[in-house]
């Protein structure tokens, strides 16, 4: 009761102001709510749990299991990957660190994020499943995050839809929009095989405590709960901020966002500097107390998601960037890379380098509200299409003791195999009660017949070397052969109706069983697929409607 006559309150001091003081704030509504019940308390060092003192002999005929480490950047573009594409800015940024793990390892050259954007995308990481399958269609975001969406500017005659009659009472609220419990997650699969597990960043897959980390399988968990997160505070003398103001989603994060994280259930504290350092230093303080025994660790860092902020060191290195919003990107990936190289040295100087399975991934394509251009390059779209660009994503695994380095694969695979695999690796049983999409491309290439994406009435199949994108705003169906046209210039639904037909009926058997969404997707918003979102309107661009 005392929290609601609070919310009141906020409403009421806001209403105070006048109809328009209040139409300027209501967005902010969410972060005032949230410091009023959970203020952010000051900096606090973390204890990570202590494992054993020595190593345990070896078992009987074998090694001890392996390690295991799954890193995950936020909104990493394909040509962020100095290897992919040749870097930020015209390759002015290089990311050795990322690149040696596709160097010393296994590079699936042909590997897709679940989802184009990141909640959906992690839910399938953490369950092996089609997140559709159980309901987790939509990345999960307030109700006022979708209002301030639509009742912003549209491009040029584009603009974005609001399905307010969708919003019931059956909507569950924000912090309870997030993987079922009944679902069985890699931390709970890898733990009953007696595996330590750590949970370092980024969740983004439901903030009531049922479903937060530690309640999901993750002995310990050091997180972001939300989608994103103050890299550091807004007026740290530390700082160089790129606000984006043709964009009401950064315009909504610089409102509602704190620096703020929270330890197994903890109440909201500062972390200590810039989030990529203290996610860094932490995963290797953790990786030293977990040192004698196996563990797994989920790294997910937040970087580059917006809002752009980097140090001003990562800054100044890069004065040949002329561009402010690019120089401060360029900074955020240089930071990213060279705090994975730390975390890389610390495996190594703990001795226990060789019997690491280390995995890297993005959840999805760079963002197009960035206004930076070829994030993506080569590939067309952005994150929130079904476009290569959107969900082309890195796959790099390195284990010396077991994967040769500069090994190349091109089977179609992806974060949907990302369970199986961890699994594989670590002996771990996976679930016989329910259908599992994942595969363990360790143990060989993938199987599959064809990957599937779907948000809302947007859909797409790639099944050997063709790919059906079907949308219903516009209303039309492309079809592209990949083999031939990697970068989707050339669609062939005209030329090609029966294969159409064919793979519209594939999406239609797939759909048949998917759970209804646990959330309704309450705006569609217009996405250009060529151009970032502050690029000027012309009449001749491409687009499709997203569902969220």
Known sequence: MKKRW???????????????????????????LQDWRDPVQDNRPVVWQQGPAKAPPSPPGGKRPPNIILIVADDLGFNDISLNGGGVAGGIVQTPNIDA????????????????TCSPSRAAMMTGR????????????????????AHGEGVGPLQPIFHGDLITPDIPDYPDMGVPASEVTIA?????????????GKWHLGEAPALQP????????????????????????????????????????????????????SKRFHPKGHMTDYFADQAM?????????????????????TPLQATRADYDRLPQIKDHKTRVYGAMIAQLDRRIGDVMAKLKEQGIDDNTLVIFTSDNGGAWYNGIEHLNAPYRGWKATFFEGGIRTPLFMRWPAKIAPATQRADMTGHIDLFATIAGAAGAAVPGDRRIDSENILAGSAKREA??????????????????????????????????????????????????????????????????????????????????????????????????
């Open 285 to 305: 303080t953790a990786i030293e107390a977990n040192r004698n025994r196996p563990f797994f660790m989920y790294l997910a860092f937040n970087a580059p998601h």
């Open 188 to 200: 709970e699969a890898v733990k009953a095989a007696g595996y330590h597990t750590l949970h370092i």
């Open 451 to 548: 990957l599937y994406w779907r948000s809302g009435d947007y859909r797409a199949v790639r099944a050997g070397d063709w790919k059906l994108q079907v949308t219903k705003r516009p209303e039309q169906a492309r079809l592209y052969n990949l083999a031939v046209d990697p970068t989707e210039k050339h669609d062939l639904a005209a030329s090609d109706p029966q294969r159409v037909a064919q793979m519209r009926a594939m999406l239609v058997a797939q759909n048949r069983d998917m759970a209804k969404p646990i959330w309704p997707g309450l705006i569609e918003a217009p996405v250009r697929i060529d151009v970032p979102l502050n690029a000027p309107w012309k009449d001749s661009q491409d687009y499709v409607y997203w569902t969220n």
């Open 101 to 116: 793990l596709a160097r010393q390892g296994m590079n699936f050259t042909t590997a897709y994020a679940a989802n184009a």
């Open 130 to 149: 089609y997140p559709t399958r159980f309901g987790f269609e939509y990345t999960a975001v307030p109700v006022q995050f979708a209002e301030n969406m």
């Open 6 to 32: 609070v919310a009141l309150g906020v409403v009421a001091a806001l209403a105070a102001g006048g109809y328009w003081g209040f139409q300027v704030n209501k967005y902010r509504l969410p972060g005032l």
């Open 214 to 265: 530690q309640a999901q399988g993750f002995d310990e968990s050091l997180a972001v709960l939300g989608g994103a997160a103050m890299f550091m505070a807004e007026d740290d003398p530390d700082v160089v901020n790129a606000k984006l103001p043709w964009d009401r989603i950064d315009r909504f994060i610089w409102a509602n966002l704190r620096h703020a994280v929270t330890f197994n259930g």
